[in-house]
């Protein structure tokens, strides 16, 4: 791992008035991208080839002869042959040169190697650099082992599927969609045993996946994926933010649903096992009476995170939970960075971000905004790892 105290010179070296916010063009970049230029930060994009349009071309920012921004938010698409190529000396030079705050992103850590990450990026990021190994299902401390130590809840483990006897939820990668899940459910070992081999066949999940699969006990209720903000510079109020929160649409899991149950029992055999491959998102407000619970939560984990890290959680996190019949939360995932959901925040920002900053505030935007706030408190170096 870096030692932090080398980026904390590197962004001390930075010109504050020339800082400009960076990250990977993929999962919610467009929403960092617009919090950027809300705030008056120069936006960049690095986009990897065939995939670049969305923000070399369709999201651009377009000027007029005075150089006003009149159109668009992506200042600056810098188009690679692969993602990974971020990590190129030159690259990471260009950036520093630059004064760019890169914004860690789930695509950023999925497309990059996490120990090059951790031990050879020397872009200042605002975010937790150490953190974002533990979103790794099946490391020694990952999102598990810490909801673990800060006494959160989440779904019952099950290690033997012969032991599966209520609706259960087995979760793995997806053999052929590298960065999707080859999540299933199932409530017998009998069922357990009929859907793995199936989706074995047709190639879906592979058998070294299925050995290291996540089983748990299945929580029936909605979702709630709430996206925080964490500012450890905060003086004035509460330093934990609840931004926002979202939920998922999901493929083919969505398209089953929105069946009568008669028309779903004579789907061909192909059809029958949904996959849980994320699509888009939506936006959703909590009962006012369990926001308490929410926060809960989201101070639990920043206080573990504190324990058993560096410095513990920085910037953006999403903490993605089910409700039961009870109104108990249990947290299915974690994210120790901007979620994945948060694109429905832009612009418009979300009610509770909205609400505690009086103006539309979005995650990207609450990003930008602790950058500035650490620029007039001189502790830019603060925010960064």
């Not at 080839?49 to 377009?62: A, I, M």
């Not at 028309?263 to 055999?269: E, G, I, R, S, Y």
Request: net charge negative.
């Amino acid at each position: 791992m870096l030692d932090r105290k080398e980026i904390m010179e590197i962004v001390n070296r930075y010109d504050v008035n020339e800082i400009k916010i960076g990250m990977v063009a993929s999962h919610s970049a467009l929403d960092v991208c617009d919090g950027a230029v809300e705030e008056g930060y120069p936006s960049i994009a690095f986009c990897q080839k065939g995939r670049e349009k969305t923000y070399s071309e369709y999201f651009n920012t377009v000027r007029d002869g005075m150089g006003n921004r009149v159109r668009g938010f992506v200042d600056q698409p810098i188009v690679l042959d692969k993602f990974k190529e971020v990590m190129e000396p030159a690259n990471q030079q260009w950036m520093i040169d630059n004064n760019v705050i890169f914004i860690p992103n789930r695509s950023f850590t999925s497309y990059i190697e996490l120990a090059e990450i951790e031990d050879n990026f020397k872009v200042p990021m605002l975010g937790s650099r150490d953190m974002l190994r533990s979103e790794e299902r099946g490391e020694k401390q990952d999102y598990y082992w810490l909801l673990e130590k800060a006494g959160l809840p989440f779904p019952e483990k099950i290690t033997d599927p012969h032991d599966i006897n209520e609706l259960s939820i087995v979760k793995l990668h997806h053999a052929q969609k590298k960065l999707e899940r080859g999540f299933f459910t199932c409530s017998s070992f009998k069922e357990y045993e009929e859907k793995s081999q199936e989706l074995l066949r047709t190639g879906i999940i592979t058998e070294d996946a299925l050995k290291d699969a996540r089983m748990e006990k299945y929580v029936i209720g909605p979702v709630f994926n709430f996206d925080f903000f964490y500012s450890p510079i905060t003086t004035n109020g509460a330093k934990l933010e609840l931004i926002g929160v979202d939920w998922r649409f999901e493929t083919s899991l969505d398209g089953h649903v929105r069946l009568p149950a008669p028309q779903q029992m004579t789907m061909a055999p192909h059809q029958m096992i949904p996959e849980y491959t994320v699509c888009g998102h939506n936006s959703a407000t909590a009962r006012e009476s369990l926001l308490e619970k929410v926060f809960d939560l989201g101070e639990k984990y920043v206080k573990a995170s504190q324990e058993h890290y560096d410095v513990g959680v920085i910037g953006a996190f999403c903490l993605q939970t089910c409700v039961d019949k009870d109104l108990n939360f249990y947290i299915y995932d974690v994210a120790p960075r901007v979620g994945g959901g948060t694109n429905v925040h832009m612009s418009v920002g979300h009610p509770y971000g909205n609400a505690l900053w009086r103006k539309p505030m979005s995650t990207g935007r609450r990003t930008a905004l602790e950058i500035t706030r650490a620029i007039e408190m001189d502790k830019l170096d603060q925010i960064v790892t």
